[in-house]
Antibody
Framework: EVQLGESGGDLVQPGGSLRLSCAAS????????MYWVRQAPGRGLEWVSA????????YYADSVKGRFTISRDNSKNTLYLQMDSLRAEDTAVYYC???????????????WGQGSLVTVSS | DIQMTQYPSTLSAPVGDRVTITCRAS??????LAWYQQKPGKAPKVLIY???SLESGVPSRFSGSGSGTEFTLTISSLQPEDFATYYC?????????FGQGTKLQIK
């Protein structure tokens, strides 16, 4: 059974840093690109970042580029999101997500974690 | 980036009704579109992929259509458990952008 579990969410002051983790199991983690999606309170879904299977290629939404860093440890089946220079508008539930199949171009999200709440406030 | 415009933003309908939600892409995305359902406090759940393919385990009252820039999600006969928020998402090119969502409410 595929499982994704985020951790690391917390209350942090503006300008601060936080690292989220996503522990994955039930699928060959190292063969899948991985993603972060966030949802501000009462708002819609926003794609945040992606990372290739090897971790060499990374992609970011313009809203977080230069402040967030996605990474992965395939030996630990874990995805990370390092968030620096946090702003109030980064307050959101952060989800990690996997796609159905990179091999057949099925890049829609078939599994999501339960989410981790990040609150940026003084 | 590809912009996804979804409408209506809110929809009220009674149980048993047929409803349609529309999603428009700012440029052609072929058939690379998914629809998700999200209930309060839960992660989204995929309903439809590749514009019209039904995800395994999803009731057949859900259907999707469209290609290029115009897409629709139809629920043929609303059930009480269908009242939720629905999102479209393009996965033609990064960033995989979402529509702003349609909240489906009981009338």
């Amino acid at each position: 059974e595929v499982q994704l579990g985020e951790s690391g969410g917390d209350l942090v002051q503006p300008g601060g840093s936080l690292r989220l983790s996503c522990a994955a199991s039930g699928f060959p983690f190292s063969t899948f690109p991985m993603y972060w999606v966030r949802q501000a309170p009462g708002r819609g879904l926003e794609w945040v970042s992606a990372i290739s299977q090897s971790g060499v290629d990374t992609y970011y939404a313009d809203s977080v580029k230069g402040r967030f860093t996605i990474s992965r440890d395939n030996s630990k089946n874990t995805l990370y999101l390092q968030m620096d220079s946090l702003r109030a508008e980064d307050t959101a539930v952060y989800y990690c997500a996997k796609i159905r199949s990179p091999t057949f171009g099925e890049f829609y999200f078939d599994y999501w974690g339960q989410g981790s709440l990040v609150t940026v406030s003084s | 980036d590809i912009q996804m415009t979804q409408y209506p933003s809110t929809l009220s309908a009674p149980v048993g009704d047929r409803v349609t939600i529309t999603c428009r892409a700012s440029q052609s995305i072929s058939i690379w579109l998914a629809w998700y359902q999200q209930k309060p406090g839960k992660a989204p759940k995929v309903l439809i992929y590749k514009a019209s393919s039904l995800e395994s385990g999803v009731p057949s009252r859900f259907s999707g259509s469209g290609s290029g820039t115009e897409f629709t999600l139809t629920i043929s006969s609303l059930q009480p458990e269908d009242f939720a928020t629905y999102y479209c998402q393009q996965y033609n090119s990064l960033p995989y952008t979402f529509g702003q969502g349609t909240k489906l409410q009981i009338k």
